[in-house]
């Protein structure tokens, strides 16, 4: 009797390259335009620069424009992530660290885009004056101040919350700090990175007409991207242009949401650390169709097996040298491992951070030395006029961003319809449609000291409404059971349960919608529409003259006013009616 051959699980056979399916068709083409526009991009890097390059307005053109301007947005994702790991793992693995990087982030995320403009557009136009490079690398850097913060914070929280018991468990186990790290720490802070990755990339958007085309002074920088097309279609009146532009940015935004953030949504569901399960489980289309895909497993497979080839192939050479393989191998693990030696590369970087900090607060003053008492009064009732306008945008978006969002949250199946199209919105960079806003509020007699308030409220309410949205969606189904049981009326819903729930994380969104109305400020209030230039008083439009002017030492002035209310107004007045919401209406799980 014959013996038939032993056949493996589908599991474990690697599928065979002949039969290649459609998910693997896609996932190629998808790999060689990715290739293919990393290639492209590059070149930009290397080609002589230009101080005001030109603008293409065909529509042959976009398609080449907006993915410039993703590749910039994605390399300064990416550059953000690794700032918000290191920055996190230090602020909470050191309480000196901790108590010198809390108050430096604060002090940062209040700084708008234009304060760090002149600073990277002029060091870095010093060190590569022939080649774009410089230009590149500067707006790769204004967009990552518009996108680490939040990441940073995010992840700072997750360590901090990160329960003892798991970390009791992991010192039980032998694991060292870089195992901890890569096995509990991160997995764990997943799903706020990714939540908070999807804001920062609609942070990074936000000022993306500033990012690719900007004035300092008499020169006028641009990059090729679909910012600078946009600006430069507004500055024509080109209708066409405009709208063209806007298309292109809805299609890209919701092309990367669809590929990347819902995909990576669902996956990072695995690393819950609770048990619970909502009534609608998270997916993606995309994820499904590449999990068809027979590339991967072919590859991994082959992996696997070259890594054992290789292992069988070295052993006889790594026996003559098991004695010494602990000094060689397990060297750099003791020295990364000694509590020793991390304190010190701990105080080191915080000694380098303070002495950096030092360096800039003293060519701060010199700066600040240049203004007279009539520059400083006119700061003073610029950032008044501004303040107001700030306040109003934050109760105007609060009127309809609270109740839109109980409704919303409430409703599991509602949340999971509306949230692809906020999502989108969301995204949408406010400043490219607030020339057309401004079109209209004048054609109702509106002026731009009154729109600016609405062009604010663009800017940051779609914090308000996030924070509201997950905090409903969040409360205890037994608290929802229970109101239906005593039959409370909708009103009395509303005040005893709903309102109560939402508003710890409203007052969080009021932190965030505050500082994405002082940023807008800055477009709001000075702005050109079709060749003219519109402004009005305050501080926002106070830095973008100082800038359009190269006048440093109002520019200083300025951006230390607005620091300085922001991080005056947290301290004092969001940061304690936080608490006070936390510990008054914070819903037992």
């Not at 885009?113 to 022939?130: E, R, W």
């Not at 949504?265 to 650390?273: N, Y």
């Not at 922001?566 to 037992?588: C, D, E, I, K, Y």
Request: proline share 6%.
């Amino acid at each position: 009797m014959a013996l038939k051959p032993l056949r493996l699980p589908l599991a474990l056979t690697p599928p065979p390259l002949r039969r290649l399916g459609l998910a693997d068709v896609v996932m190629l083409c998808l790999l060689g335009g990715a290739i293919a526009t990393v290639v492209a991009f590059a070149r930009e890097f290397q080609a002589p620069f230009l101080q005001a390059v030109r603008i293409d307005l065909r529509p042959v053109a976009l398609p080449k424009y907006t993915l410039f301007s993703l590749s910039r947005g994605v390399i300064a994702l990416l550059i953000s992530y690794v700032f918000a790991l290191g920055f996190g793992w230090t602020a909470a693995k050191s309480r000196a660290a901790e108590r010198l990087l809390l108050p430096l982030l604060d002090i940062l995320q209040s700084i708008p885009v234009l304060g760090f403009l002149p600073g990277l557009v002029l060091g870095l136009m010093s060190l590569f004056p022939a080649r774009n490079v410089g230009l590149e690398l500067a707006a790769i850097l204004m967009i990552f101040t518009a996108q680490a913060w939040n990441l940073a914070l995010s992840f700072y929280n997750s360590l901090k919350s990160l329960p003892e018991p798991l970390r009791d468990a992991s010192r039980m186990a032998g694991w060292g700090s870089s195992r901890t790290f890569w096995r509990l720490e991160l997995p764990a802070a997943a799903q706020g990175l990714v939540w908070n990755g999807m804001l920062s990339m609609a942070g990074g958007w936000f000022f993306l007409m500033v990012n690719e085309a900007f004035r300092l002074g008499d020169r006028d920088y641009r990059l090729p991207g679909i910012g600078s097309y946009m600006s430069v279609a507004l500055d024509r009146g080109n209708a066409q242009a405009v709208g063209l532009a806007i298309v292109a940015m809805v299609v890209m935004i919701v092309s990367v949401d669809q590929l990347l953030w819902r995909p990576l949504v669902v996956w990072v569901e695995k690393f819950r650390l609770d048990d619970t399960a909502g009534e609608l489980v998270p997916g993606s289309w995309v994820l499904e169709f590449l999990r068809r895909a027979r590339l991967p497993r072919r590859a991994a497979a082959l992996q696997r097996r070259a890594y054992r080839t290789a292992v069988r192939a070295t052993q006889p050479l790594q026996r003559p040298f098991r004695a010494a393989r602990p000094l060689v191998v397990n060297g750099p693990r003791l020295a990364f491992g000694n509590p020793v030696a991390r304190k010190l590369g701990v105080a080191a970087l915080v000694a380098g951070l303070a002495v950096a900090a030092g360096l800039g607060v003293w060519h701060l003053s010199l700066l600040l030395r240049q203004l007279g008492r009539s520059d400083w009064a006119t700061l003073a009732s610029s950032a008044g006029l501004t303040f107001v306008r700030v306040m109003g945008a934050v109760a105007l978006a609060t009127a309809w961003a609270l109740p839109a969002g109980v409704v919303i949250g409430r409703s599991p199946r509602l949340a999971q319809l509306m949230q692809p199209v906020i999502q989108v919105v969301a995204s949408f960079p406010a400043p490219m449609l607030f020339p057309l806003v401004v079109i209209a509020l004048e054609r109702v007699g509106l002026r731009l000291g009154v729109g600016a308030v609405v062009l604010m409220v663009l800017s940051g309410q779609w914090y308000i409404l996030f924070n509201v949205i997950s905090a409903v969606a969040a409360i205890p189904e037994q608290l929802k059971e229970a109101v239906t049981v005593f039959r409370l009326s909708s009103l009395a819903r509303w005040r005893s349960l709903y309102l109560p729930a939402a508003f710890p994380a409203l007052a969080t969104g009021w932190v965030t919608a505050a500082g994405g109305a002082w940023n807008g400020s800055i477009v709001a209030e000075y702005m050109e529409v079709g060749g003219a230039l519109r402004t009005t008083r305050g501080l926002g439009s106070l830095i973008s003259e100082a800038t359009a002017h190269a006048n440093f030492a109002l520019l200083a002035g300025g951006i230390t006013i607005m620091s300085v209310i922001v991080v005056g107004w947290n301290r004092l007045v969001w940061r304690p009616l936080g608490s006070w919401a936390q510990t008054r209406f914070q819903v037992g799980q």
